[in-house]
Protein backbone atom coordinates (compact mmCIF):
# COMPACT_ATOMS: atom_id res chain seq x y z
CA UNK A 1 0.00 0.00 0.00
CA UNK A 2 2.87 2.60 0.56
CA UNK A 3 4.39 1.36 -2.95
CA UNK A 4 0.93 2.04 -4.40
CA UNK A 5 0.66 5.41 -2.63
CA UNK A 6 3.98 6.50 -3.78
CA UNK A 7 3.26 5.38 -7.10
CA UNK A 8 0.13 7.50 -7.17
CA UNK A 9 1.72 10.34 -6.13
CA UNK A 10 4.38 9.92 -8.88
CA UNK A 11 2.30 9.99 -11.62
CA UNK A 12 -0.35 12.42 -10.48
CA UNK A 13 3.02 14.80 -9.91
CA UNK A 14 4.27 14.32 -13.25
CA UNK A 15 1.53 16.64 -14.81
CA UNK A 16 0.75 18.34 -12.05
CA UNK A 17 2.55 20.81 -10.36
CA UNK A 18 3.27 20.74 -6.17
CA UNK A 19 1.03 24.27 -6.51
CA UNK A 20 -0.74 26.81 -8.42
CA UNK A 21 -1.21 30.27 -8.02
CA UNK A 22 -5.20 31.07 -9.10
CA UNK A 23 -5.09 34.99 -9.51
CA UNK A 24 -7.90 36.48 -7.35
CA UNK A 25 -8.87 39.62 -10.10
CA UNK A 26 -11.33 38.73 -12.88
CA UNK A 27 -8.41 40.02 -15.19
CA UNK A 28 -6.23 37.75 -13.88
CA UNK A 29 -3.21 40.72 -13.11
CA UNK A 30 0.13 39.50 -14.16
CA UNK A 31 1.03 36.03 -14.34
CA UNK A 32 4.78 36.59 -14.37
CA UNK A 33 4.90 39.17 -12.18
CA UNK A 34 2.88 36.60 -9.81
CA UNK A 35 5.13 34.22 -10.98
CA UNK A 36 8.38 36.19 -10.24
CA UNK A 37 7.28 37.05 -6.29
CA UNK A 38 6.62 33.90 -5.62
CA UNK A 39 9.75 32.45 -6.62
CA UNK A 40 11.41 34.64 -4.14
CA UNK A 41 9.39 32.47 -1.54
CA UNK A 42 11.77 30.17 0.40
CA UNK A 43 11.00 26.82 -0.92
CA UNK A 44 9.99 27.51 -4.07
CA UNK A 45 12.45 26.30 -6.83
CA UNK A 46 10.28 26.78 -9.77
CA UNK A 47 7.35 28.71 -11.79
CA UNK A 48 5.41 29.06 -14.89
CA UNK A 49 2.48 30.53 -15.91
CA UNK A 50 0.40 28.40 -17.79
CA UNK A 51 -3.75 28.71 -18.80
CA UNK A 52 -6.39 25.47 -19.60
CA UNK A 53 -9.75 25.41 -21.00
CA UNK A 54 -12.42 22.63 -21.56
CA UNK A 55 -12.61 21.90 -25.70
CA UNK A 56 -13.84 19.26 -27.89
CA UNK A 57 -11.76 17.33 -30.36
CA UNK A 58 -12.80 16.51 -33.30
CA UNK A 59 -11.39 13.94 -35.49
CA UNK A 60 -13.87 12.40 -37.91
CA UNK A 61 -16.04 10.60 -36.88
CA UNK A 62 -14.59 10.77 -33.07
CA UNK A 63 -15.63 13.94 -30.87
CA UNK A 64 -13.87 13.60 -27.42
CA UNK A 65 -14.17 16.19 -24.60
CA UNK A 66 -10.49 17.62 -23.18
CA UNK A 67 -8.38 19.81 -21.40
CA UNK A 68 -6.33 22.19 -22.96
CA UNK A 69 -3.52 23.87 -21.27
CA UNK A 70 -1.30 26.11 -22.16
CA UNK A 71 2.06 25.85 -21.19
CA UNK A 72 5.77 27.76 -21.75
CA UNK A 73 8.11 24.29 -22.86
CA UNK A 74 11.18 24.98 -21.42
CA UNK A 75 9.52 26.75 -18.16
CA UNK A 76 6.98 24.01 -17.68
CA UNK A 77 9.68 21.78 -17.46
CA UNK A 78 11.40 22.74 -14.56
CA UNK A 79 7.64 22.44 -12.38
CA UNK A 80 6.56 19.38 -13.41
CA UNK A 81 7.93 15.96 -15.38
CA UNK A 82 5.92 16.39 -18.35
CA UNK A 83 9.45 16.03 -20.37
CA UNK A 84 10.43 12.41 -18.97
CA UNK A 85 6.30 11.56 -19.81
CA UNK A 86 6.52 12.46 -23.63
CA UNK A 87 6.91 9.37 -24.99
CA UNK A 88 7.71 10.88 -29.56
CA UNK A 89 7.97 14.56 -30.02
CA UNK A 90 9.63 16.86 -28.01
CA UNK A 91 8.65 19.62 -26.00
CA UNK A 92 10.20 22.02 -27.94
CA UNK A 93 8.17 21.56 -30.79
CA UNK A 94 5.44 23.66 -28.78
CA UNK A 95 6.35 26.74 -30.51
CA UNK A 96 4.15 29.92 -30.36
CA UNK A 97 2.27 30.29 -33.75
CA UNK A 98 3.50 26.64 -34.79
CA UNK A 99 -0.32 25.41 -33.80
CA UNK A 100 0.98 22.42 -33.12
CA UNK A 101 -0.10 19.85 -29.82
CA UNK A 102 0.84 16.82 -27.91
CA UNK A 103 -1.65 14.48 -27.22
CA UNK A 104 -1.76 12.20 -24.30
CA UNK A 105 -1.86 8.26 -25.13
CA UNK A 106 -5.71 7.43 -24.76
CA UNK A 107 -6.97 10.93 -26.23
CA UNK A 108 -4.28 10.13 -29.62
CA UNK A 109 -6.23 6.28 -29.29
CA UNK A 110 -9.21 7.02 -29.17
CA UNK A 111 -9.37 9.87 -31.78
CA UNK A 112 -7.13 7.49 -34.12
CA UNK A 113 -3.96 10.14 -34.94
CA UNK A 114 -0.59 10.19 -34.70
CA UNK A 115 2.60 12.26 -34.92
CA UNK A 116 1.80 14.03 -37.84
CA UNK A 117 -2.01 14.30 -38.22
CA UNK A 118 -4.09 17.20 -37.54
CA UNK A 119 -7.01 17.60 -34.78
CA UNK A 120 -9.52 20.07 -34.63
CA UNK A 121 -10.40 21.63 -31.32
CA UNK A 122 -13.76 23.15 -30.54
CA UNK A 123 -13.47 25.68 -27.77
CA UNK A 124 -16.80 26.94 -26.45
CA UNK A 125 -17.61 30.44 -25.47
CA UNK A 126 -20.18 33.27 -25.35
CA UNK A 127 -20.38 36.15 -27.44
CA UNK A 128 -21.49 39.68 -26.70
CA UNK A 129 -25.28 39.34 -27.07
CA UNK A 130 -25.01 36.28 -24.69
CA UNK A 131 -25.10 33.65 -27.91
CA UNK A 132 -22.89 30.49 -27.80
CA UNK A 133 -19.95 31.84 -30.42
CA UNK A 134 -17.96 28.11 -30.25
CA UNK A 135 -14.32 29.13 -31.67
CA UNK A 136 -12.47 25.95 -33.85
CA UNK A 137 -8.83 25.72 -34.41
CA UNK A 138 -6.80 22.92 -36.56
CA UNK A 139 -3.90 22.01 -34.33
CA UNK A 140 -1.12 19.34 -35.75
CA UNK A 141 0.11 16.87 -33.68
CA UNK A 142 3.66 16.87 -32.57
CA UNK A 143 3.58 13.83 -29.82
CA UNK A 144 2.29 11.99 -27.48
CA UNK A 145 2.66 11.55 -23.74
CA UNK A 146 1.97 8.59 -21.50
CA UNK A 147 1.78 9.30 -17.39
CA UNK A 148 -0.48 6.02 -16.77
CA UNK A 149 -3.32 7.80 -15.14
CA UNK A 150 -6.58 8.53 -16.75
CA UNK A 151 -7.34 12.00 -15.69
CA UNK A 152 -4.08 12.88 -17.86
CA UNK A 153 -3.83 10.53 -20.56
CA UNK A 154 -7.28 10.32 -21.35
CA UNK A 155 -8.24 14.20 -21.37
CA UNK A 156 -5.15 16.52 -21.57
CA UNK A 157 -3.94 18.16 -24.65
CA UNK A 158 -0.92 20.17 -24.07
CA UNK A 159 0.13 23.39 -26.73
CA UNK A 160 1.70 26.60 -26.64
CA UNK A 161 0.57 29.08 -23.96
CA UNK A 162 0.05 31.90 -26.68
CA UNK A 163 -1.87 29.13 -29.02
CA UNK A 164 -3.89 28.58 -26.43
CA UNK A 165 -4.78 31.87 -25.62
CA UNK A 166 -5.03 32.99 -28.84
CA UNK A 167 -8.27 30.45 -29.20
CA UNK A 168 -9.66 31.84 -25.69
CA UNK A 169 -12.07 34.21 -25.54
CA UNK A 170 -10.86 37.70 -24.13
CA UNK A 171 -13.02 37.58 -21.24
CA UNK A 172 -12.40 33.72 -20.82
CA UNK A 173 -9.85 32.08 -18.04
CA UNK A 174 -7.02 34.49 -17.05
CA UNK A 175 -4.49 31.69 -16.41
CA UNK A 176 -2.76 30.28 -13.45
CA UNK A 177 0.83 29.53 -12.16
CA UNK A 178 2.34 26.26 -11.66
CA UNK A 179 4.50 26.08 -8.54
CA UNK A 180 7.22 23.46 -7.55
CA UNK A 181 8.48 23.71 -4.12
CA UNK A 182 11.70 21.75 -2.78
CA UNK A 183 9.89 18.93 -0.83
CA UNK A 184 6.50 18.17 -2.64
CA UNK A 185 5.57 16.29 1.04
CA UNK A 186 5.71 20.03 2.83
CA UNK A 187 3.39 21.59 -0.19
CA UNK A 188 0.70 22.50 2.58
CA UNK A 189 3.58 24.63 4.49
CA UNK A 190 4.96 25.89 1.42
CA UNK A 191 1.38 26.85 -0.47
CA UNK A 192 0.28 28.76 3.27
CA UNK A 193 3.65 31.11 3.15
CA UNK A 194 3.37 31.41 -0.74
CA UNK A 195 -0.07 32.56 -0.45
CA UNK A 196 0.96 34.67 2.47
CA UNK A 197 3.69 36.49 0.98
CA UNK A 198 1.48 37.14 -2.14
CA UNK A 199 -1.20 39.13 0.46
CA UNK A 200 -4.03 37.96 -1.47
CA UNK A 201 -3.22 38.81 -5.18
CA UNK A 202 -3.66 34.90 -5.81
CA UNK A 203 -5.03 31.68 -4.03
CA UNK A 204 -3.03 28.95 -3.26
CA UNK A 205 -4.00 25.20 -3.95
CA UNK A 206 -1.40 22.59 -3.04
CA UNK A 207 -1.34 19.02 -4.94
CA UNK A 208 -3.03 17.35 -1.53
CA UNK A 209 -5.93 19.70 -1.67
CA UNK A 210 -6.39 18.87 -5.84
CA UNK A 211 -5.88 15.13 -5.28
CA UNK A 212 -7.35 14.94 -2.16
CA UNK A 213 -9.88 12.25 -3.18
CA UNK A 214 -6.90 10.00 -4.56
CA UNK A 215 -5.15 9.66 -0.79
CA UNK A 216 -8.02 9.60 0.97
CA UNK A 217 -9.53 5.99 -0.78
CA UNK A 218 -5.86 4.91 -0.38
CA UNK A 219 -6.03 5.95 3.50
CA UNK A 220 -9.05 4.22 3.90
CA UNK A 221 -7.61 1.04 2.41
CA UNK A 222 -4.90 0.83 4.24
CA UNK A 223 -6.99 1.30 7.43
CA UNK A 224 -9.12 -1.49 6.36
CA UNK A 225 -5.92 -3.46 5.36
CA UNK A 226 -4.74 -2.77 8.88
CA UNK A 227 -7.59 -3.94 10.40
CA UNK A 228 -7.58 -7.15 8.36
CA UNK A 229 -3.94 -8.44 9.29
CA UNK A 230 -4.76 -7.69 13.18
CA UNK A 231 -7.66 -9.85 12.71
CA UNK A 232 -5.37 -12.32 10.77
CA UNK A 233 -3.11 -11.87 14.06
CA UNK A 234 -6.07 -12.33 16.89
CA UNK A 235 -6.81 -15.69 14.86
CA UNK A 236 -3.04 -16.85 15.39
CA UNK A 237 -2.71 -15.45 19.20
CA UNK A 238 -6.28 -17.22 19.86
CA UNK A 239 -4.37 -20.53 18.49
CA UNK A 240 -1.52 -20.13 20.72
CA UNK A 241 -4.86 -19.58 23.83
CA UNK A 242 -6.07 -23.14 22.95
CA UNK A 243 -3.07 -24.69 22.55
CA UNK A 244 -1.71 -23.82 25.77
CA UNK A 245 -5.46 -24.46 27.61
CA UNK A 246 -4.96 -28.02 26.04
CA UNK A 247 -1.56 -28.24 27.23
CA UNK A 248 -2.81 -27.07 31.21
CA UNK A 249 -5.17 -29.57 30.73
CA UNK A 250 -2.98 -32.66 30.14
CA UNK A 251 -0.68 -31.47 32.14
CA UNK A 252 -2.54 -31.01 35.33
CA UNK A 253 -1.09 -33.88 37.16
CA UNK A 254 1.90 -33.01 36.71
CA UNK A 255 1.13 -28.92 37.99
CA UNK A 256 -0.51 -30.57 41.11
CA UNK A 257 2.61 -32.73 41.51
CA UNK A 258 4.73 -29.36 41.49
CA UNK A 259 2.40 -27.95 43.93
CA UNK A 260 2.28 -29.99 46.43
CA UNK A 261 6.14 -29.75 46.46
CA UNK A 262 5.90 -26.89 47.22
CA UNK A 263 5.62 -24.55 43.72
CA UNK A 264 4.11 -21.00 44.31
CA UNK A 265 1.15 -20.45 41.94
CA UNK A 266 3.18 -17.45 40.39
CA UNK A 267 5.57 -20.02 39.64
CA UNK A 268 3.44 -22.26 37.28
CA UNK A 269 1.89 -19.27 35.69
CA UNK A 270 5.26 -18.13 34.62
CA UNK A 271 6.01 -21.40 33.06
CA UNK A 272 3.05 -21.21 30.87
CA UNK A 273 3.35 -17.58 30.25
CA UNK A 274 6.86 -18.64 29.00
CA UNK A 275 6.10 -21.16 26.81
CA UNK A 276 3.12 -18.92 25.28
CA UNK A 277 5.46 -15.90 24.58
CA UNK A 278 8.10 -17.87 23.21
CA UNK A 279 5.95 -19.77 20.68
CA UNK A 280 4.05 -15.96 19.78
CA UNK A 281 7.23 -14.33 19.94
CA UNK A 282 9.57 -16.65 17.99
CA UNK A 283 6.51 -16.62 15.18
CA UNK A 284 6.14 -12.74 15.39
CA UNK A 285 9.95 -12.22 14.70
CA UNK A 286 10.20 -15.16 12.06
CA UNK A 287 6.84 -13.22 9.93
CA UNK A 288 8.66 -9.52 10.46
CA UNK A 289 11.74 -11.14 9.14
CA UNK A 290 9.99 -12.72 6.39
CA UNK A 291 7.65 -10.11 5.34
CA UNK A 292 10.42 -7.41 5.23
CA UNK A 293 12.60 -9.78 3.36
CA UNK A 294 9.90 -10.43 1.10
CA UNK A 295 9.09 -6.87 0.55
CA UNK A 296 12.76 -5.59 -0.13
CA UNK A 297 12.39 -7.97 -2.69
CA UNK A 298 9.18 -8.15 -4.07
CA UNK A 299 10.03 -7.28 -7.93
CA UNK A 300 12.79 -10.48 -8.69
CA UNK A 301 10.24 -12.49 -6.33
CA UNK A 302 7.11 -11.69 -8.63
CA UNK A 303 9.46 -11.90 -12.32
CA UNK A 304 10.06 -15.59 -10.94
CA UNK A 305 6.66 -16.49 -9.98
CA UNK A 306 5.30 -14.73 -13.74
CA UNK A 307 8.31 -16.57 -15.42
CA UNK A 308 7.31 -20.26 -13.84
CA UNK A 309 3.79 -20.02 -14.59
CA UNK A 310 3.80 -18.48 -17.15
CA UNK A 311 1.45 -15.32 -16.33
CA UNK A 312 1.65 -11.92 -15.55
CA UNK A 313 0.31 -10.62 -11.95
CA UNK A 314 -0.39 -6.85 -13.79
CA UNK A 315 -1.48 -6.94 -16.64
CA UNK A 316 -0.59 -3.93 -19.18
CA UNK A 317 -3.79 -4.52 -21.18
CA UNK A 318 -5.50 -4.05 -17.34
CA UNK A 319 -3.62 -1.93 -15.02
CA UNK A 320 -1.44 1.16 -15.63
CA UNK A 321 1.13 0.06 -12.87
CA UNK A 322 2.21 -3.16 -14.09
CA UNK A 323 4.56 -3.66 -11.27
CA UNK A 324 4.11 -3.91 -7.64
CA UNK A 325 5.62 -1.09 -6.20
CA UNK A 326 6.84 -1.87 -2.55
CA UNK A 327 7.97 1.20 -0.04
CA UNK A 328 9.41 -0.28 3.27
CA UNK A 329 8.72 2.22 6.03
CA UNK A 330 10.12 1.15 9.47
CA UNK A 331 7.78 3.03 11.49
CA UNK A 332 5.20 0.28 10.16
CA UNK A 333 6.75 -2.21 10.52
CA UNK A 334 7.72 -1.55 14.13
CA UNK A 335 3.90 -0.36 14.92
CA UNK A 336 3.02 -4.20 13.27
CA UNK A 337 5.79 -6.10 15.15
CA UNK A 338 4.42 -4.43 18.66
CA UNK A 339 0.67 -5.22 18.27
CA UNK A 340 1.77 -8.62 16.86
CA UNK A 341 3.85 -9.17 20.35
CA UNK A 342 1.24 -7.42 22.19
CA UNK A 343 -1.72 -9.62 20.96
CA UNK A 344 0.49 -12.94 21.39
CA UNK A 345 1.37 -11.61 24.76
CA UNK A 346 -2.08 -11.50 26.22
CA UNK A 347 -3.12 -14.77 24.19
CA UNK A 348 -0.78 -16.38 27.21
CA UNK A 349 -2.35 -14.63 30.07
CA UNK A 350 -5.67 -16.92 30.49
CA UNK A 351 -3.92 -19.95 29.82
CA UNK A 352 -1.26 -19.20 32.77
CA UNK A 353 -3.89 -17.96 35.31
CA UNK A 354 -6.22 -21.36 34.77
CA UNK A 355 -2.50 -23.03 35.55
CA UNK A 356 -1.86 -21.24 38.25
CA UNK A 357 -5.43 -22.14 39.89
CA UNK A 358 -4.98 -26.44 39.37
CA UNK A 359 -6.00 -27.70 42.75
CA UNK A 360 -3.56 -29.98 43.70
CA UNK A 361 -6.37 -32.43 45.70
CA UNK A 362 -8.60 -32.08 43.18
CA UNK A 363 -6.39 -33.45 40.22
CA UNK A 364 -4.62 -35.83 42.33
CA UNK A 365 -8.03 -36.93 43.20
CA UNK A 366 -8.18 -39.90 40.75
CA UNK A 367 -4.06 -40.92 40.14
Same mark, same amino acid.
Given at each position: ????? #?????????????????????????? @????????? %?? *????????????? &????? !??????????????? @????????????? *???????????????????????????????? =????????? #?? !??? /?????????????? =????????????????????????? !??? %???? $??????????????????? *???????????????????????????????????????????? =???????????? +???????????????? $???????????????????????????????????????????????????????????????????? +????????????????? /??? !???? &? /???
Amino acid at each position: MNGFE #GELRDRLLALSAHARLLPTAKEGGDL @EALAATASK %VP *GVIGAAPFVEAQA &LALRS !PEMLPVVLRGIDPAR @EATVTDIAGAVTS *GALSDLVPGSDRVILGSVVAQRLAVSPGDTVT =LLVPSIGAG #GA !PEP /RLREFTVAGLFEVG =LQDHDGTLILAAFDDVRAVLPRSGN !PGS %VHLR $FDDALAAPARAAATRTALD *GQADVRDWTQDHANYFRAIRIEKTMMSLILMLIVAVAAFNIVAM =LVMVVTDKRTDI +AILRTLGTAPRRVMGV $FATQGLVIGWFGVIAGVALGVLIARNVTPIVAVLERAFGFQIMDADVYYITRIPSVLEWHNVAWIGGA +AFLLTALATVYPALRAS /RVA !PAEA &L /RYE
